[in-house]
Protein backbone atom coordinates (compact mmCIF):
# COMPACT_ATOMS: atom_id res chain seq x y z
CA UNK A 1 0.00 0.00 0.00
CA UNK A 2 1.33 3.25 -0.84
CA UNK A 3 1.74 5.92 1.66
CA UNK A 4 -0.36 8.59 0.31
CA UNK A 5 -3.08 6.01 0.43
CA UNK A 6 -2.56 5.57 4.43
CA UNK A 7 -2.43 9.10 4.67
CA UNK A 8 -5.96 9.05 3.15
CA UNK A 9 -7.05 6.11 5.26
CA UNK A 10 -5.77 7.55 8.44
CA UNK A 11 -7.36 10.37 7.72
CA UNK A 12 -10.58 9.27 7.12
CA UNK A 13 -10.08 7.16 10.71
CA UNK A 14 -9.89 10.25 12.37
CA UNK A 15 -12.53 11.86 10.40
CA UNK A 16 -15.11 9.19 10.97
CA UNK A 17 -13.58 9.13 14.98
CA UNK A 18 -14.61 12.74 15.26
CA UNK A 19 -18.16 12.54 13.81
CA UNK A 20 -18.72 9.42 16.00
CA UNK A 21 -17.65 11.47 19.03
CA UNK A 22 -20.09 14.28 17.98
CA UNK A 23 -23.30 12.36 17.11
CA UNK A 24 -23.23 9.49 19.02
CA UNK A 25 -20.76 10.19 22.08
CA UNK A 26 -21.62 13.68 23.21
CA UNK A 27 -25.47 13.33 22.65
CA UNK A 28 -25.47 10.60 24.99
CA UNK A 29 -23.90 12.58 27.80
CA UNK A 30 -25.94 12.22 31.30
CA UNK A 31 -25.76 16.94 31.63
CA UNK A 32 -25.53 15.86 35.49
CA UNK A 33 -22.95 13.63 34.83
CA UNK A 34 -20.33 15.65 32.45
CA UNK A 35 -17.71 17.44 34.46
CA UNK A 36 -14.82 18.61 32.15
CA UNK A 37 -13.04 19.25 35.85
CA UNK A 38 -11.82 15.75 35.64
CA UNK A 39 -11.74 12.85 33.28
CA UNK A 40 -13.08 10.64 35.63
CA UNK A 41 -14.23 11.13 39.10
CA UNK A 42 -16.23 8.51 40.94
CA UNK A 43 -17.72 9.40 44.44
CA UNK A 44 -16.33 8.63 47.25
CA UNK A 45 -17.74 7.00 50.55
CA UNK A 46 -17.27 10.83 51.52
CA UNK A 47 -19.27 12.12 48.80
CA UNK A 48 -23.13 12.05 49.01
CA UNK A 49 -24.14 12.51 45.17
CA UNK A 50 -24.88 9.77 42.72
CA UNK A 51 -22.58 8.90 39.73
CA UNK A 52 -19.66 8.99 38.17
CA UNK A 53 -18.78 12.43 36.60
CA UNK A 54 -16.81 12.55 33.07
CA UNK A 55 -15.31 14.77 30.95
CA UNK A 56 -15.51 14.25 27.33
CA UNK A 57 -12.67 12.55 26.89
CA UNK A 58 -13.94 10.38 29.72
CA UNK A 59 -16.71 9.34 28.39
CA UNK A 60 -15.52 8.37 24.86
CA UNK A 61 -12.63 6.01 26.58
CA UNK A 62 -15.92 4.07 27.75
CA UNK A 63 -17.26 3.86 24.85
CA UNK A 64 -17.27 0.33 23.39
CA UNK A 65 -17.32 1.76 19.86
CA UNK A 66 -13.71 3.75 20.95
CA UNK A 67 -12.08 0.70 23.25
CA UNK A 68 -12.31 -1.47 20.16
CA UNK A 69 -9.92 1.37 18.67
CA UNK A 70 -7.68 1.38 21.46
CA UNK A 71 -8.57 4.54 23.62
CA UNK A 72 -10.02 3.27 27.50
CA UNK A 73 -9.63 4.12 31.09
CA UNK A 74 -7.04 3.60 32.84
CA UNK A 75 -6.03 3.97 36.76
CA UNK A 76 -8.07 2.33 39.76
CA UNK A 77 -10.91 4.34 41.56
CA UNK A 78 -8.80 4.16 44.63
CA UNK A 79 -6.47 7.05 43.21
CA UNK A 80 -10.05 9.00 42.92
CA UNK A 81 -10.02 8.94 39.07
CA UNK A 82 -9.03 7.27 36.10
CA UNK A 83 -7.85 8.76 32.98
CA UNK A 84 -7.75 8.01 29.19
CA UNK A 85 -5.00 6.16 27.35
CA UNK A 86 -4.91 5.07 23.49
CA UNK A 87 -2.94 1.69 22.74
CA UNK A 88 -3.04 1.22 19.28
CA UNK A 89 -1.23 -2.22 18.29
CA UNK A 90 2.29 -2.37 16.74
CA UNK A 91 3.02 -5.27 14.46
CA UNK A 92 4.63 -6.63 17.52
CA UNK A 93 1.79 -6.85 19.12
CA UNK A 94 2.51 -4.41 21.73
CA UNK A 95 1.01 -1.07 22.29
CA UNK A 96 3.11 2.70 22.30
CA UNK A 97 1.78 3.08 25.24
CA UNK A 98 3.24 0.17 27.01
CA UNK A 99 6.62 0.83 25.85
CA UNK A 100 6.49 4.34 26.94
CA UNK A 101 4.79 3.97 29.77
CA UNK A 102 0.96 3.60 31.19
CA UNK A 103 0.07 7.23 32.12
CA UNK A 104 -2.03 8.77 29.84
CA UNK A 105 -1.70 12.57 28.74
CA UNK A 106 -2.54 15.05 25.95
CA UNK A 107 -0.93 13.06 23.28
CA UNK A 108 -3.71 10.33 24.64
CA UNK A 109 -7.00 12.28 22.88
CA UNK A 110 -4.03 13.94 20.26
CA UNK A 111 -3.44 10.89 18.74
CA UNK A 112 -6.69 9.03 18.70
CA UNK A 113 -8.40 12.31 17.08
CA UNK A 114 -5.58 13.55 15.29
CA UNK A 115 -5.53 16.60 17.54
CA UNK A 116 -2.80 19.88 17.40
CA UNK A 117 -2.62 20.54 20.98
CA UNK A 118 -4.50 23.91 20.53
CA UNK A 119 -7.30 21.79 19.27
CA UNK A 120 -7.21 19.36 22.13
CA UNK A 121 -7.29 22.55 24.52
CA UNK A 122 -10.17 23.40 22.42
CA UNK A 123 -11.70 20.03 22.93
CA UNK A 124 -10.98 18.62 25.40
CA UNK A 125 -8.90 21.09 28.10
CA UNK A 126 -10.90 21.94 31.31
CA UNK A 127 -10.01 25.61 31.30
CA UNK A 128 -10.91 25.94 27.67
CA UNK A 129 -14.72 25.44 29.03
CA UNK A 130 -13.54 27.13 32.38
CA UNK A 131 -13.19 30.28 31.15
CA UNK A 132 -15.51 30.80 28.19
CA UNK A 133 -17.05 34.26 28.34
CA UNK A 134 -15.30 35.22 31.42
CA UNK A 135 -16.99 32.98 33.49
CA UNK A 136 -16.41 29.10 35.23
CA UNK A 137 -18.39 26.81 32.61
CA UNK A 138 -17.02 23.38 33.73
CA UNK A 139 -20.71 21.68 32.40
CA UNK A 140 -21.22 22.69 28.42
CA UNK A 141 -23.77 22.07 26.77
CA UNK A 142 -24.54 18.91 24.40
CA UNK A 143 -24.39 22.04 21.34
CA UNK A 144 -21.48 23.74 22.59
CA UNK A 145 -18.81 20.77 22.34
CA UNK A 146 -20.30 19.55 19.14
CA UNK A 147 -19.78 23.32 17.69
CA UNK A 148 -16.47 22.74 18.61
CA UNK A 149 -15.68 19.28 17.04
CA UNK A 150 -17.23 20.84 13.84
CA UNK A 151 -14.80 23.83 13.89
CA UNK A 152 -11.89 20.57 14.09
CA UNK A 153 -13.69 19.16 11.49
CA UNK A 154 -13.53 21.64 8.76
CA UNK A 155 -9.94 23.06 9.79
CA UNK A 156 -8.53 19.41 9.57
CA UNK A 157 -10.53 17.63 7.09
CA UNK A 158 -12.14 20.72 5.26
CA UNK A 159 -15.37 19.74 5.18
CA UNK A 160 -18.24 21.30 7.26
CA UNK A 161 -20.29 18.14 8.54
Known amino acids: MSAKRNIVDASRTLLARLRYLRDVVVPKIPANELNMANYEKAPTRYDHTCGTSRCIAGWAAVNQTFMDQGLRLHGKYTYGSRWPIYQPQTK ?55 TRINKVIKRNHGVNR
Open 92 to 146: IGQSRREKLGDRGSVLTESDFFGLTYNQWQMLFGPNSYRYDNGHVNNTPGVGEIQ
